[in-house]
Structure formats: C-alpha cells, structure tokens
C-alpha cells in the first residue's frame, strides 16, 4: 500500500535514454515494472522482418501487442491472423504463440502483464544510438541465443522450437 502511495506518476516516449538496440530491433521502454509495482510493462517495439523469436509460452504474462505502423502475423494455440495498424492481439499465458513481421518494418507497444519479463530484453539489448533501427548483426553468435534462452527459462518462458 505504501509503495503505491509513493509512486510517481510517469509520462514517457520514445528517447535515446529510456531505448535500447535489441539484436535487430530497437525498444524503448515506457514504463517499467519498476514504474508500475510490478502490474505492467509497456515497450515501444520497432521491429524488422526476419529477426522474431521461435515458437514460446509464458507461464506468467500476458502479451499484447497494439500494432502502429506495419503488419504482423500471430499463430496462438490454434488460431493464426494477420494485424495491421490499430490492431489489438492479446496473447494469454500459457498459449503457444509466435509472431512474424510480415512489412519490412514493424511497429507496436508491447504491453506485458505483470511486469517482469522485459528485463531479457534490457540484460541483452545495448544503449540505443539512434532511435531508427540498428544495423543488422553479422553474425548472432550461438552463445548469446543460449545466454538469452538461459534467461527466458529463468523468468517462466518455454521456447517451443518444434512448433
């Protein structure tokens, strides 16, 4: 209750102090659980064609993208659809689920709740140098994928690559 009472509000956008470079995409985090008592996080995502993670579950969040600029395909549990700009896809805990970006570019606010699972994305990303997108890696080295594997299993994520 008291934490509550001492939170501050926040109001955020996208800058190079709150933003990283996340493999080939670039997130800018709004708000954090930090921010929120652990309720919810909320990530501007500025994705690129080709770089999306395998097939996964979330044992304890929910994702759910609200796509601003771009089109994204969803497979979850047995549905498969197609956003564009304006869209709302909600992606429930435990539901397999995957994403692809099917427009070159790509842009949502990825809302997780509760907070928690973006810190995999700020343990592994790097100080934004540019709001645009980073250049593509040449090469992802096999280790980091395992180093961020490790740490999605930490915090309840099953990668399903089968799928």
């Given amino acids: 209750m008291i934490e509550t009472l001492l939170r501050s509000p926040v ?7 709150n933003s990283i470079h996340y493999i080939a995409h670039t997130f800018s985090f709004l708000v954090t659980g930090k921010d929120t008592g652990n309720s919810f996080a909320l990530i ?9 993670p395998p097939p996964h579950f979330h044992k304890y969040e929910d994702e759910s993208f609200y ?5 994204m395909e969803f497979n979850a549990g047995d549905k498969k659809f197609t956003g564009g700009v304006g869209e709302f896809i909600v992606l429930p805990k435990n539901v397999p689920h ?7 570019t790509a842009k949502a606010l ?10 995999v994305f700020k ?4 100080p934004a140098k540019t709001l645009d997108l980073p250049p593509v890696p040449d090469n992802l080295p096999k ?13 309840g994520n099953v990668w399903m690559p089968e799928i």
């Fill in 11 to 17: 109001m955020q956008k996208p800058t190079l102090d």
């Fill in 110 to 119: 990825l809302l997780i709740t509760p907070a928690g699972f973006e810190t």
């Fill in 44 to 52: 501007h995502c500025f994705f690129r064609k080709g770089f999306t």
């Fill in 143 to 155: 280790e980091l994928f395992q180093q961020i594997h490790n740490r999605c299993v930490e915090l």
């Fill in 67 to 71: 796509i601003l600029d771009g089109i």
């Fill in 98 to 104: 995957s994403f692809n970006v099917v427009t070159e």
């Fill in 123 to 126: 343990e592994f990303g790097k």
